[in-house]
């Protein structure tokens, strides 16, 4: 069998008209109906029912779909991962936040020099989704931070940062060299949408369930914090406005900043990324800008 033929069968099956199938593969119908036909004769057995409406698998086209997509699903697999070993290929990244955090430049200068010829496709994603879309299958591996549901997900930890509340400048508590969670249980707290990971949320909520105005990035904290004088937590050496401030949190758990990438890709691509991302980010253990 051969694999292209595996792929206009798997149209058919799916558009369940070779009409609209020949349409999908940019081909005409006749040779699409005769390579369907050979196959067939092959494999000794209709693949298919025909109608005028059009066609419905057979109960062995039923097992030779799932066996062909598996099979093509393999063969594309295989073809990414030699492009890749010969410096060729792409690569979707997911980055958390505002991206300013220096790691990320340093890490994206280590992997261009060591894969020149990989097309890296960046997607920047707010603090609603912190694998940056690798669940959903937007992208190969993300830069983000710890905590967050890791079931079915491979995790590396890059660096930690303390984590201090944002405050406006000109509350009193902005003037104090450190604080305790408890300190703050009377504030109104910056919080994330409804279904959000709730490990994610539970960690930028300092535990416990906050109320307040419902935020999805990095500016819309900062201006919930400016304009309602809401409070919330970000990692020390955050770059902010002259009108906030950031104080440490003595009794907050660092936040990670992590490489994570779905548990058992084997993508030579994804594990060059990660150890140039382990390298950029060794280089300083300082926080963000």
Not at 5 to 29: D, N, P
Not at 77 to 91: D, T
Not at 183 to 205: C, I, K, M, N
Not at 209 to 234: I, K, M, S
Request: aromatic share 6%.
């Amino acid at each position: 069998m051969e694999l292209r033929t595996l792929r206009y069968f798997v149209a058919v099956a799916e558009e369940r008209h070779f009409g609209r199938a020949a349409a999908r593969l940019h081909m005409s119908q006749p040779p699409l109906s005769r390579a369907v036909k050979q196959l067939e004769a092959e494999v000794g057995a209709p693949l298919f029912a025909r109608s005028p409406a059009g066609v419905t698998l057979t109960a062995v086209g039923s097992v030779l779909l799932d066996e062909a997509r598996a099979l093509l699903g393999h063969a594309d697999r295989v073809r990414e991962r030699v492009r890749a070993a010969a410096g060729a290929g792409s690569l979707a990244v997911g980055i958390l936040g505002d991206g300013t955090d220096p790691g990320v430049a340093r890490a994206a200068a280590a992997f261009r020099r060591s894969r020149p010829g990989v097309d890296i496709r960046v997607r920047d994603t707010d603090l609603t989704d912190p694998t940056c879309g690798l669940r959903a299958g937007r992208v190969d591996v993300a830069l983000t931070r710890a905590p967050f549901d890791e079931t079915a997900l491979t995790v590396r930890t890059l660096r930690a940062d303390p984590v201090g509340v944002v405050l406006r400048a000109d509350d009193p508590l902005a003037r104090r060299d450190g604080l305790r969670l408890a300190e703050l249980s009377d504030r109104r707290w910056f919080r994330f949408p409804q279904g959000t990971d709730p490990v994610w949320q539970a960690y930028w909520h300092g535990g416990s369930p906050r109320e307040g105005p419902v935020v999805r990035g990095v500016q819309e904290c900062l201006q919930a914090v400016l304009w309602n004088g809401t409070v919330g937590l970000a990692p020390l050496g955050h770059r902010l406005p002259a009108e906030l401030a950031l104080v440490p949190l003595a009794d907050m758990p660092p936040s990670r900043v992590v490489a994570v990438w779905n548990a058992g890709d084997g993508n030579p691509l994804v594990r060059s990324f990660v150890e140039s991302a382990a390298s950029a980010y060794a280089v300083s253990t300082s926080g963000p800008p």
